[in-house]
């Protein structure tokens, strides 16, 4: 019988050390690269916030400047839009109350600060919005402008919510300013003020566009009413809960 070699005896031992080196850096990198990758795809997501918000300031300020009104707000929509290209023959809802602000329930039907999402769509000053499906109907997300990091917008002076209030603490902001909420409406009861990101995500956005401080500035966190499975958006310290926290925000226009 022909004797094995110590040559052969050393191939069949197994990987040596630096071949075991070499696969751990190369995992190693992999994850690495999903990581990042994951990392850049949320920072995406992040900015495209902010540019929703510009997009979506940008129709109102032109909106108003045009037709010398606030979109929902504008007495009459019918004579001065032009609804060629919107699907509609008219809006089912004559018209605002031309006080200066966008009033009524979020989400609710026929309300102002809905049909105020009609008046920019069918205006083609805000191309992502189908007024003829959102005219005279209620807000939500299959309709609503959504957001690629989660949840939908909803606007209005204020932020008062519905009869059944808001989870927003609305003495942190102006009554006369406009905000966008972004959020969910898991139980539908008239504001989208449910979570909907994880609150080291709009931490990072409250720091890219204000000051990150979830109670003070332009971009604020809700104060109150997570969902049974979510964690609250703000600590103690009145500091965005980063760690486990969920939330919904509002964006001053």
Not at 15 to 20: D, G, K, N, T
Not at 31 to 57: H, P, Y
Not at 165 to 180: K, M, Q, R, Y
Not at 206 to 223: A, L
Request: proline residues 3%; hydrophobic residues 40%.
């Amino acid at each position: 019988m022909k004797p094995v070699s110590s040559h052969t005896r050393r191939q069949r031992g197994g990987f040596s050390l630096v071949e075991l080196a070499v696969v751990l850096v190369i995992i190693g990198l992999i994850v690495g690269g999903v990581l990042k990758g994951q990392e850049l795809v949320t920072s995406a997501q992040i900015n495209a916030v902010q540019t929703d918000a510009n997009k979506i300031r940008t129709a109102v300020n032109t909106f108003r400047n045009k037709f010398l009104a606030l979109p929902g707000d504008i007495q009459n929509p019918d004579a001065v839009i032009d609804l060629s290209s919107s699907g509609l023959s008219s809006f089912s809802e004559g018209g605002g109350n031309d006080n200066g602000q966008i009033e009524g329930d979020r989400l609710d039907a026929g309300t102002e600060a809905v049909q105020a999402w009609a008046h920019l769509g069918a205006s083609g000053l805000l191309n992502e919005i189908d007024a003829e499906a959102i005219d005279g109907n209620h807000l939500d997300a299959a309709e609503a402008m959504t957001s690629g990091i989660g949840g939908f917008y909803s606007m209005k002076t204020g932020l008062t919510g519905s009869e059944n209030g808001t989870n927003f603490d609305a003495s942190l902001v102006a009554e006369h300013g406009i905000w966008l909420m972004l959020g969910t409406d898991p139980i539908g009861d008239g504001d989208n003020d449910d979570p909907a990101i994880a609150a080291d995500n709009a931490a990072e956005l409250d720091r890219k566009i204000d000051d990150g401080d979830p109670v003070t500035g332009d971009v604020i966190g809700n104060s109150d009413g997570p969902g049974a499975d979510q964690q609250e958006c703000i600590n103690d310290a009145d500091r965005y809960a980063v760690e486990t926290g969920t939330c919904a925000i509002a964006l001053k226009l």
